[in-house]
């Protein structure tokens, strides 16, 4: 395991948006904003909704369990989430993403493999920290290559690592809890680092059986990755 927070050495990006990323000049919500915050999928509201009230109720009963709770954010396909999940069994697993049918495929395999330990619920994680997620209750939150929004409108409406989010996971996890973060986008990286000023370098997580498909598409193509692990 190595100590947060560092970059592989690599080539440079290939792709000539990633040098002129910026984060957006000021979060478009407040940090100790009310319960209700944006979000896709209609925002925090959605879980007033009866039909997510269910989800909600299947959610909370999850993390209300016994043992530690892990959180995967933007899981896509989710071979790294359910390879995390068949490896460690005293951990639990939340898998959340926002596209629907990557969530509802890895449910389907979550069922047919018979696992109890991973909840894979298509679901904005900005809004599942503000207004379902209990204090002080998760071992590990990931956030594997979080997208970059290269439109500046959606990426001021969207981005996912900006103060109010970084302020729940905080209040999310338990007294050793960490934050991982990776991303080959360098200048969203710096952004993490004065995010997370005031948290402590924490060792990474052990590597997971199946890397990311973005893991592996960086490593295939020697493109830097930006990683850190951080306690608060
Ligand atoms: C760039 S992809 C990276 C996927 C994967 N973690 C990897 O390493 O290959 C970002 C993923 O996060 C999901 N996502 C973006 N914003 C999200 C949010 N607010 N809540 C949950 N998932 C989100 C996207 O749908 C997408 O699958």
């Not at 369990?65 to 899981?75: C, N, Q, Y």
């Amino acid at each position: 395991m190595s100590r947060s927070d560092r970059s592989t050495p690599g080539a440079p990006h290939p792709d000539d948006r990633v040098a002129g990323w910026q984060a957006p000049d000021a979060p478009d919500r407040a940090i100790d904003a009310p319960a209700d915050v944006p979000g896709a999928l209609g925002g925090s509201r959605l879980f007033e909704q009866p039909q997510y009230r269910a989800e909600a109720a299947r959610f909370a009963a999850f993390i209300a369990g016994p043992g530690p709770v892990a959180v995967e954010v933007g899981f896509d396909h989710g071979r790294r989430l359910l390879s995390l999940a068949e490896q460690a069994a005293d951990l639990r697993w939340v898998g959340l993403e926002v596209r629907r049918a990557r969530a509802l495929d890895l449910a389907a395999r979550v069922e047919e493999r018979g696992l109890t330990n991973l909840l894979a619920w298509r679901a904005d994680a900005r809004t599942v920290f503000r207004r379902l997620m209990p204090p002080g209750r998760l071992a590990r939150v990931d956030v594997l290559f979080p997208t970059p929004w290269w439109h500046p409108g959606r990426r001021a409406r969207r981005m996912l690592l900006e103060p109010g989010f970084v302020a729940d996971v905080r209040r999310s996890l338990a007294p050793e809890g960490v934050l991982h973060i990776a991303t080959d986008v360098g200048p969203y990286f710096e952004h993490v680092r004065g995010l997370m000023a005031d948290w402590r370098p924490a060792d990474d997580p052990p590597p997971a059986p199946t890397p990311s498909r973005r893991e592996r598409t960086c490593a295939r193509a020697g493109i830097p990755v930006h990683r850190g692990t951080w306690r608060p």
